[in-house]
């Protein structure tokens, strides 16, 4: 372990995540940060790379009136404390709003570090974060995240003189000389405990905005002599999401990223970038994934499974060696046990298929038990509903179920039974029985030429009338 990696584990880091505003340029009743990058919520990336790098304490700064955003930070961050911005007058006003935060983290014998981050940045790493706040053990009282562009409007200035960081300058109050700048500031900053609450409260609104900038905490940090670190980032990491165009755009990385991380891990993508993953997807060794395959949220896939193209997955597990579409769809509660197959067309809901169970086309299994080796044949159904009420379908290891059958749950169909084709089973059905529940097969011979004949009267007739 490195010098400066234990001076960092020994302090605590708080991590203040400014999660208000409603973000209006996304035409949309919910919460801009509510909206979802890789099945997660842009708040839900920024508190987890919060969390995966070290944070202790986590606060959040909300809007008030926002039910939905506090609902979310309690289930993805149970215990971290939510503070209201009741009038948005900048950043640094939006950061005093945690203050009980901020004097916690000046309280300590050895003060906590400070990471102030986004909730519309669903993009920023965890690794990100712990360089960020890598320069406060070396004494540093504030560093800042910047990246390089050779086309800097919009964003604030970052200026130098060699390696000694000045101030942070917002476009609409940068000189033409300032404006030329072209290192940025990602907006992401670290602060030491000891100085944190004392920067902040300085911070004056003398600005075009008349607003209080986060970004002169490092002026004022100059001006008492006090160092500043610069950490450098990738533009597209510090990017935040403020409409429906930049959220795609995110997507795509994290995307990238996913199907990288797949395939590193020994998965094989056909087409990856016809492949959308959710980030807790979870994809065994010599997994092979066909073209235009979507994993939603909580799937987890195991060694040598063969996922086949346009298959739809989420809430599912599948055990090792199963397979799976093309056109399959798996639903939450699905368990495909190993060896399982589902074929095309074929739609699994909290159910459970047993080892070398078999179920390969146009079928629908709900609410359900197949045992293993059974085979549920073409236009299976389990009737699992009854318009009020969901019951379950049990089928016995070995069972056979002929085509177009319907199992009227509550319904057992015990072990190595034969289901008769076309059948509506709605008792239950011993081991090793046969069921039969259709209408008894009448042929009348010869009736069909006089039929056709009299249709094609009936046609004729019509054709002549007026």
């Not at 909290?350 to 236009?379: C, F, I, Q, S, W």
Request: glycine share 10%.
């Amino acid at each position: 372990m490195t010098d400066q990696t234990t001076r960092i584990t020994e302090r605590s880091l708080t991590a203040i995540v400014l999660a208000a505003g409603k973000g209006t340029r996304m035409r949309s009743d919910l919460p801009k940060v509510l909206h979802r990058v890789a099945g997660r919520t842009m708040l839900g990336h920024v508190l987890a790379a919060a969390r995966e790098a070290g944070a202790t304490r986590i606060a959040v700064v909300v809007e008030p009136g926002q039910e939905a955003v506090a609902r979310e930070i309690a289930a993805l961050a149970p215990g971290a404390a939510v503070y209201p911005q009741a009038e948005r007058l900048g950043t640094a006003h939006a950061v005093l709003a945690a203050r009980p935060a901020l004097e916690a983290a000046g309280s300590d014998a050895v003060s906590d570090d400070v990471v102030i981050a986004f909730g519309d940045t669903p993009l920023i790493t965890a690794a990100t974060l712990a360089r960020l706040r890598a320069p406060l053990a070396d004494g540093a009282a504030v560093a800042v995240l910047a990246f390089r562009t050779p086309n800097p409007t919009g964003y604030g200035r970052v200026l130098t003189d060699g390696d000694r960081v000045l101030a942070i300058r917002e476009e609409k109050d940068a000189s033409a000389a300032e404006r030329a700048v072209t290192l940025c500031n990602a907006g992401l900053m670290a602060l030491s405990g000891t100085h944190a609450l004392a920067l902040l409260t300085r911070i004056g609104n003398a600005n075009a905005a008349g607003e209080y900038y986060l970004p002169d905490a490092v002026g004022l940090a100059v001006a008492d002599g006090l160092a500043v670190a610069v950490v450098p980032v990738a533009e597209a990491e510090a990017q935040g999401v403020n409409d429906r165009v930049q959220l795609s755009e995110a997507e795509a990385e994290i995307q990238g990223r996913l199907r990288r991380a797949a395939q590193v891990a020994g998965a094989t993508l056909i087409a990856p970038e016809t492949v959308f993953f959710s980030v807790d997807t979870v994809l065994g060794r010599d997994v092979l994934v066909e073209p235009h395959v979507v994993f939603g949220p909580g799937v987890s896939v195991g060694d040598g499974c063969v996922v086949h193209s346009f298959s739809h997955l989420e809430g599912a597990t599948l055990a090792a060696g199963v397979q799976i579409g093309p056109y399959a769809r798996l639903r939450p509660g699905a368990v495909l046990e190993t060896g399982a197959r589902i074929g095309n067309f074929v739609e699994v809901k909290n159910a459970r298929m047993g080892p070398g169970a078999k179920a390969n086309h146009l079928t629908y299994v709900g609410d359900a038990e197949v045992g293993a080796g059974a085979n549920l044949g073409a236009g299976t159904i389990t009737c699992n509903y009854d318009g009020v009420n969901k019951h379950r379908t049990t089928i016995g290891a070995g069972a056979f179920i002929g085509s177009n059958t319907a199992l009227v749950a509550p319904v057992s169909v015990g072990a190595g039974a034969i289901v008769g084709a076309g059948s509506v089973i709605a008792a239950d059905v011993p081991e090793d029985a046969l069921a039969v529940s259709r209408a008894r097969q009448r042929i009348v011979p010869g009736w069909a030429p006089d039929k056709r004949a009299a249709l094609q009267a009936e046609k004729a007739a019509r054709a002549k009338k007026p």
